[in-house]
Every structure is written in structure tokens, then in C-alpha cells.
């Protein structure tokens, strides 16, 4: 097992387990959450390495959590998923983000 510890955000119950179980096997330890408020308590109890998020979650979105990752946390690389992509969000993540695909 690697020791790259991989934050997940993710309020789909099933898809947060697939992907966790998807890291596992690839040999990451993943760490799960699901909802932003609990990432960012996660985060002050453990270190990770990347956090991979939805975008579009409860009170507070991907788009959020990513601000405040980049406020708090700079150093730390973030990768959002989302299958409801907009101009609008595209428009935001090339603000706070330094990279964005």
C-alpha cells in the first residue's frame, strides 16, 4: 500500500465507496467524506496528499471546498469531478485554480 493518503468528497454514497474501493486497489489509502464541512474536518485531523471531490454537492459545492483548500491548504493538489459541467463553473475554476483540465 502507497503512502499517498487520497481525500474523497463525494454525497453519492455508492460512487464515494466505488471510488474508494478504486483507489484501494490501486494501492492508496483512501480517506472519505461526504460533504465538504466534513472534508475540511478531516483534513484537521489527517494529513492527505490529494483530494478528489464532486462539484456538485449539498449547502456547500466543489467549487466551494476548492477555495477553501486554496486559502488554507495552497500546496495541496485537487482534482473535481462533476458530470454537470457549465461555462459558468469553468469560468470560476480558472480563477482559483491554477490548473484545471
Do not use: F
Not at 463525494?10 to 483507489?23: F, I, M, P, S, Y
Not at 471531490?53 to 488554507?72: F, I, K, Y
Amino acid at each position: 500500500m502507497s503512502d499517498l493518503v487520497v481525500l474523497v468528497v463525494e454525497d453519492d454514497a455508492g460512487l464515494r465507496e466505488a471510488l474508494c474501493d478504486t483507489l484501494l486497489l490501486a494501492g492508496y489509502a483512501p480517506l472519505a467524506a461526504d460533504c465538504a464541512e466534513q472534508a475540511l474536518l478531516l483534513l484537521k485531523k489527517q494529513k492527505v496528499q490529494l483530494v478528489v471531490s464532486d462539484v456538485q454537492m449539498g449547502s456547500v459545492s466543489g467549487l466551494n471546498l476548492l477555495q477553501t483548500l486554496n486559502e488554507h491548504y495552497p500546496q495541496l493538489p485537487v482534482l473535481l469531478m462533476t458530470a454537470y459541467a457549465n461555462v459558468r463553473m469553468r469560468l470560476k475554476l480558472c480563477v482559483w485554480a491554477p490548473l484545471t483540465i
